[in-house]
């Protein structure tokens, strides 16, 4: 039979290992972009995509 703290620090190192988890896991969920943020710059379904405006001498030496 095991000690009582044999058995409290196995039960930490759980916790421990599940909560390192569940933080990797709700980073992991935001992280990732929606499609609609993903594709948003794309312009909607079947139209051309929005022209990009050109760069001009001036504004590319500020």
Known sequence: M???????????AI??????ADRKRKQAKRSTLSYDELFAG???PGKPAPAVEAKTASTEAR
């Not at 916790?15 to 390192?20: A, D, F, K, P, Q």
């Open 42 to 44: 794309c312009g909607e």
């Open 2 to 12: 095991a000690s009582f703290t044999q058995i409290t620090k196995r039960r930490r």
């Open 15 to 20: 916790r421990r290992r599940n909560r390192g």
